[in-house]
């Protein structure tokens, strides 16, 4: 597989698979520990054409996807016109959640920021499990398990699991508009991932958080453009229990790494 994801990687920036990216080994471990957590980094240097990677056995292992999906799922509703544009309004179903931000009508993204599940599963449930199944097939997104029974959380719970490798693939793929979608509608989502824009860079960037075989499993996954390039990353990381430091985790680790690599000025 992992040969595959390298190809598909260099081919995108190379045009062939004659050259692949290189892979350094790096030690992030303290970074983790700071969190209390353990987990693995996955970072692809367009520029250079080099992977750096912490955990590498972890990184070519396959885990829930959990709300990372939303980037794909937020493109496929909009191929499919279940989403007309990111200005349509997504209604609230009146049903109260823990988390206030879901308790309200929104846009895209605005329920793809604040990791609105119960949005996302309408859209699961109306882009239908035919539909669903064939655009990601089409995609090669991870080994998903999809039934009509789990149509609107199998992304959550169950058996469907994406490497950092195949994040990260995505994520390149997305870039460049090379997806099996429409250019306008890829360039909408990836509108709706930014995260940070100033001067210096540009982040676009989504959280995961799942439970899996018992354990708490984390995802940041995105990419940063500034004028030294791109760099495309895939954290991900475990815990037997959430908590806030887990929460803070995902996106801390992540930024503390890529700023200490010089990839944020």
Known sequence: MKTVVLCLLAALMLASCNYQPKKIESDFKSYFDD?????????????????????????????????????????????????????????WNGEEYGIP?????????????????????????????????????????????????NLDYFWLEGDSRITSYEQVNLLVRLKYNKLPFMERNQELVKEIMIV?????????AKTGWATQDDVQIGWYVGYIENSKGTCYFALNIQK??????????????????????GYID
């Not at 882009?127 to 097939?137: D, P």
Request: aromatic content about 10%; charged content about 25%.
């Open 35 to 91: 969190f209390g957590v353990e987990g693995s980094m996955l970072i692809f240097d367009e520029n250079a054409n080099k992977y750096i990677v912490y955990n590498d056995t972890r990184c070519e292992t396959g885990y829930l996807p959990a709300s990372t999906f939303k980037i794909l799922n937020s493109i496929i509703a909009l191929e499919t016109t279940v989403v007309r544009d990111t200005s349509q309004i997504l209604k």
């Open 240 to 261: 037997p229990e959430g908590d806030i430091l887990f929460r803070k985790g995902r996106r801390g680790i992540a930024m503390n790494i890529l700023e200490n690599l």
């Open 196 to 204: 940070e824009e100033n001067n210096d860079y540009t982040l676009r």
């Open 101 to 149: 931000a879901w308790n309200r009508d929104q846009k895209l993204k605005h329920a793809f920021h604040v990791s609105c599940v119960p949005c996302y599963q309408e859209i699961a449930r109306n882009i239908g499990l035919e539909r669903m199944k064939k655009y990601i097939s089409e995609t090669s997104y991870g080994k998903m398990d999809i039934s009509s029974k």
